[in-house]
């Protein structure tokens, strides 16, 4: 078939490097357009792991030229920075978007509490929430995908199949730890060297802007949801461990099995998955064990791919009627 012509704009960030590396294997994608906030050079100068792989200009950012180059578009840009370009390249009706940021994750009020003004509520109301597991029908018809947060995806992929077990009204606990590469390349005191070596640390506890993803995805309270991310000593990966209370009699195990058991990206562990077993893949790897009314939960993913850009080319594959493990697994 021929081949789709693809652009990333965010291409010097972690999961611009992630998308490029996956699409340059794709059969189907192919990188058209490379682009920064500043531009300049070319793809091997940016990312020197990418000499003699690709040495396609990288461009300064701009709308009119992704569509002259694209009918595939990535974003991986900042929140509020992404809005501005949908925005921009919605007005093109052949072009189809996968944003990679925040800006189109969540509704109008809850997005603008915790994150920021939105200045693009119209195509707000149009984007689909690129979970594929639960929203695969609806990405396969849309232009426009918001990619999710890592956290929410390992969190959300484990809590759903519990959900109809839960005690009502009552509280989820999910402790998170995430390599530190989530944090992007951006240098910060938090992830120095010195300060995250040999260290494994909480940051914004009970408090952290994805809670709200979770809650709106699980369709459950905002104040039932306590999330409390960690940063741990590794570049990659990320391991949440969910506590529920519930009832009824059931196999934790069996009811994963059967829940996901046309799910090509999910793996059902029988003991504890290990961040290591899932790096650089797109699996998340489930485990769930029971002791009286308290569901203990573990999911681990690799936070640069499932938890951004394999799943984001997964909500490509989709949105263009091919198989989406294509490219991926």
């Known amino acids: 078939m021929k081949k789709i012509k693809t652009g990333i704009v965010g291409a010097s960030g972690y999961t611009g490097l992630e998308l490029i590396q996956i699409l340059l294997k794709h059969p189907h994608f192919e990188i058209t357009y490379l682009a920064t906030s ?6 091997s100068e940016l990312h020197r792991s990418l000499m003699n792989l690709i040495d396609i200009p990288i461009s300064k950012a701009n709308a009119d030229e992704v569509a002259e180059n694209c009918e595939l578009v990535f974003l991986a840009l900042p929140h509020k920075t992404a809005m501005e370009f949908v925005q921009k390249l919605m007005k093109f009706e052949n072009l189809k ?6 800006d189109y994750r969540l509704n109008l009020e809850t997005y603008e509490k915790f994150y920021t003004e939105h200045t693009d509520s119209e195509n707000l109301k149009n984007a689909v929430y690129g979970l594929p597991e639960f929203y695969r029908d609806e990405i396969s018809k849309s232009r426009l995908i918001a990619n999710p947060g890592c956290y929410p995806t390992s969190a959300i992929l484990g809590i759903k199949p519990f959900l109809q077990f839960r005690k009502s009204d009552t509280s989820i606990f999910i402790d998170s730890k995430s390599g530190v590469s989530g944090a992007g390349k951006k240098l910060s005191e938090t992830t120095h060297f010195v300060n995250v070596n040999e260290n494994i640390f909480s940051y914004n506890p009970l408090g952290h802007r994805h809670s709200p993803e979770i809650a709106e995805k699980c369709e459950v309270s ?5 999330f409390v991310p960690h940063l741990i000593p590794v570049t990659r990966g990320m391991l949440s461990s969910i506590y529920l209370q519930v009832g009824g009699d059931f196999d ?3 009811v994963l099995r059967e829940f996901y058991k046309n799910e090509p990206f999910i793996r059902i562990f029988t003991s504890p998955p290990k961040i290591s077993e899932s790096v650089q893949t797109n699996f998340c790897d489930i485990f ?6 308290i569901l203990y939960i573990s999911s681990a993913i690799d936070n640069l791919s499932r938890g951004a850009s394999s799943q984001a080319v997964v909500n490509a594959n989709i949105m263009f009627g091919l198989d989406e493990t294509v490219g991926v697994l």
């Open 288 to 293: 769930a064990k029971r002791d009286g009314d």
């Open 252 to 254: 934790p195990i069996e």
């Open 38 to 43: 500043e531009g300049g050079g070319i793809a």
């Open 222 to 226: 905002q104040n039932q949801i306590h």
């Open 97 to 102: 978007i996968v944003d990679l940021s925040a």
